[in-house]
């Protein structure tokens, strides 16, 4: 099965390969040649490099208008084993190149604004060098990401899935030399590795099942992970083992796509470039494991059980990181908790059994998560261009002298960017009204869809998203206040500066995405759903439940989702508006920094210490895991193994008895019997030294006795 087998796939179909390709063509190129091309021919093959990728993928899209059911190409035979039969064959349907098309799309559009960004990043880094890695990193990861949606089945799958992940440790820690303590960065990157690994563990066990139940059922006794067979052969494997596999796919899942309890490392990975933020931790890779759910959807259909699991884990994910970020003032970070609650709202959709609307909200979220974090990014630098603006003017500097540790990200050092920042302003709140839900922006439609299933479905997951969903219109209305509305709070958010054409102009094309995405599935067209029914019927044809209804659109759930949305948004309006005109009279220095924290009080310091949740871990995970491996360590492995068994034990037991053997028995024994026979040697050698005379005499004397001794003997033999 080779190259030639699958160029003869038919239509577009045979082009998939090059999803992988384009990229990895576009890494070596930079990766060998780079350091002769500048930064532009570094940018431009990188982004050419994604761009084909999508472009493949559109040509997909349209080799499944005529051929909506899709096809398996096998490319080529990966492992053998016994039974075990993997190979690397792509998977082309709907699913998988709604998934293309995201990673392509939204991937193309973040490579080139990254390329005005990393220009001036690298830079303010102190470090161009670094530019042509970052691109290289960047185009890996398109490559793992294609991988892991295209793959047929769940070992191909999970190449991808390890391979994002280590893209993601690489770009997290990429300025490994900054952060705090200098190892700041570093250390954001070994948490989100560590964590991850954890989800990983889930996986593996979920496969090691898996082999272990539907080998024996497989056609021949030939497994092969395949999506299909495992879909066709679920029915068959008893109940249970069908709930640990799913449980334990959960919990790879919690890990990938940052959900209870494994959440806390996509904060931290906010430490990586912006761009980065944008591609990995909101766009793509976190949504890895809505992606694994749904394409696992026969197994899950046939367990209510880990379904409802699914869903409490997504929908108390959603309202628990929903209300950390009320209390962030970090720009980025206030998104990353934004990215966990949305990533709830689609676990929860999956959960549910509501696969249409999981990935529905997911590619919404692609659109305006990638635009919000992308604007975010064109703050931070613009209020770093202000801010070298004033380092370069004598009287401005003066006025720094109180702000010596100036962050760029921290939002109490913004306001009145609406002014300076027109462009970001403008699509920085579509952004915030799309990821809010305002009708007819994107999110309306995607989270509308979801809260219509929870209605349906689970009451109590529709409360707890109803809940999350206001307090994401409460925190985005906050952070738009606090951003660009008002006074500038300090003087590089008065002099900030609006970022240029090749950073704008993704913007621009995201925040028309973010207007207009959400027709995708208009209620009265359901065109997604309609896309998305080939996946699911395909399963009901093989044997397992599967369902891809089109949801009606309950005007109820959409006036009412719109009132909790507008009640957030104007409640921040009152308190970092109206309220915070009532301390204007006050310096800027004096003024309170949040209205809530003076109304919550302990309540709000708990907010802005995220519930303490990483300190908990520290102190019952970490600090006893370090204990443990000190003692380990040092204890057990040093005192008693090194020092005890190995030095007093072994080398003792040798020591001594090397000193018997070389004492009492090599030098008592046997050199001993040696000098023994030495020595006697050497006085019968004296003695017989003295026959040697040199007197002839004696010598005619010793041969006559001699001759008489043989004579004797021959005579007494003889007779």
């Known amino acids: ?5 699958t160029l003869n796939a038919g239509q577009f179909f045979y082009l998939v390969p090059f999803v992988v390709f384009f990229p990895v063509i576009g890494l070596l190129i930079n990766l060998f040649l780079g350091k002769w091309f500048g930064e532009k021919g570094i940018g431009t093959i990188a982004c050419l490099a994604s761009g084909a990728s999508f472009i493949i ?3 997909l899209g349209i080799a499944l208008l005529g051929q909506p059911e899709g096809m398996t190409l096998p490319y080529l035979n990966w492992i053998k084993i016994g ?3 993997l190979d690397w064959a792509f998977r082309v349907d709907t699913l998988s190149v709604t998934m293309m098309l995201v990673v392509g799309g939204v991937g193309t559009l973040i490579h080139i604004y990254a390329v005005g960004y990393m220009h001036d990043d690298v830079r ?47 770009l997290i820690s990429f300025w490994y030399d900054k952060g705090k303590d200098g190892i ?5 990157g070994k948490k989100a590795f560590i964590v991850n690994r954890i989800g990983d563990f889930g996986f593996l066990i979920a496969a090691f099942l898996m082999f272990k139940y539907f080998q024996p059922l497989a056609p021949g006794g030939v497994f092969t992970f395949d999506f299909q067979m495992v ?20 919990l790879g899942v919690t890990g990938k796509s940052a959900q209870l309890p494994l959440y806390v490392w996509l904060p931290d990975a906010m430490a990586g470039p912006t761009p980065v933020s944008a591609l990995i931790h909101a766009a793509t890779m976190v949504t890895a494991g809505v992606y694994l759910i749904t394409r696992s959807h026969a197994m899950y259909s046939l367990v209510p059980v880990a379904q409802n699991w699914v869903a409490i884990v997504g929908g108390v994910t959603a309202l628990f990181a929903a209300t950390i970020a009320v209390g962030q003032f970090d720009i980025k970070k206030v998104l990353a908790y934004s990215t966990i609650s949305q990533l709830g709202f689609m676990v929860a959709a999956v959960g549910m059994g509501a696969y249409v609307a999981g990935m529905f909200h997911l590619v919404m979220h692609a659109f305006f998560k990638a635009l919000l974090f992308l604007s975010a990014g064109s703050v931070i630098q613009g209020v770093e261009r202000g801010e070298h603006h004033v380092m370069h003017d004598p009287t401005l500097r003066k006025r720094m002298k109180h702000e010596a540790h100036f962050d760029p990200q921290d939002m109490r050092n913004m306001g009145g960017l609406r002014t300076k920042m027109k462009t970001t302003f403008w699509v920085y709140l579509i952004g915030s009204l799309a990821l809010a839900g305002i009708v007819p922006l994107a999110g309306f439609w995607s989270k509308d869809e979801i809260l219509t299933e929870a209605n349906a479905l689970n009451p109590v997951v529709l409360w707890l998203l109803v809940i999350a969903a206001f307090f994401t219109a409460f925190y985005m209305g906050r952070q738009v206040f606090m951003v660009f509305f008002g006074e500038p709070r300090t003087e590089p958010s008065a002099h900030a500066v609006e970022s240029k054409a090749i950073i704008t102009i993704p913007l621009i094309i995201l925040a028309l995405l973010s207007l207009t995405g959400g027709f995708l599935n208009f209620p009265t067209l359901h065109t997604f759903t309609t896309w998305l029914d080939h996946i699911f019927k395909a399963v009901v044809e093989g044997g397992a439940a599967g369902e891809a209804e089109a949801v009606g659109f309950n005007f109820m759930i959409a006036i009412g989702s719109t009132v909790i949305a507008v009640g957030g948004i104007l409640l921040a309006w009152y308190l970092y508006m109206r309220r915070a005109r009532q301390s204007e009279h006050l310096p800027l ?3 309170p920094d949040d209205p809530l924290r003076s109304m919550l009080g302990p309540v709000f310091t708990l907010l802005e210490n995220k519930y303490w949740v990483d300190e908990l871990y520290g102190y019952v995970i970490v600090k006893p895991y370090q204990w443990l491996s000190h003692f380990l360590a040092e204890k057990v492995d040093w005192d008693f193994w090194h020092d005890f068994v190995h030095d007093k034990i072994l080398v003792g037991a040798y ?9 009492p028995i090599d030098l008592g024994i046997i050199d001993g019997f040696a000098n023994f026979l030495g020595d006697g040697f050497k006085e019968l050698a004296a003695q017989m030294r003295k026959l040697q005379s040199g007197f002839v005499r004696n010598y005619a004397l010793s041969i006559f006795i001699g001759v008489i001794f043989i004579i004797g003997y021959l005579i007494l033999r003889l007779g």
């Open 1 to 5: 099965m080779g190259l030639s087998e």
């Open 57 to 59: 993928a559109v040509l």
């Open 83 to 85: 039974s075990l039969q």
């Open 124 to 170: 303010h880094n102190g470090d161009p060098g670094r530019f042509r890695r970052f691109f290289v990193y960047f185009n890996l990861f398109i490559a793992a990401m294609m991988i892991l949606v295209s793959a047929s089945n769940y070992m191909m799958l999970f190449i991808g899935w390890e391979g994002v992940g280590l893209c993601s440790y690489l």
């Open 184 to 188: 700041g960065n570093a250390l954001a």
């Open 231 to 250: 879909a066709e052969l679920a029915p068959q494997v008893p109940a249970t083992i069908i709930i640990a596999i799913t449980l334990f796919l959960l």
């Open 589 to 591: 220095n004096q003024r």
């Open 655 to 663: 020591n001594g008895i090397t000193r018997i053997l070389a004492g």
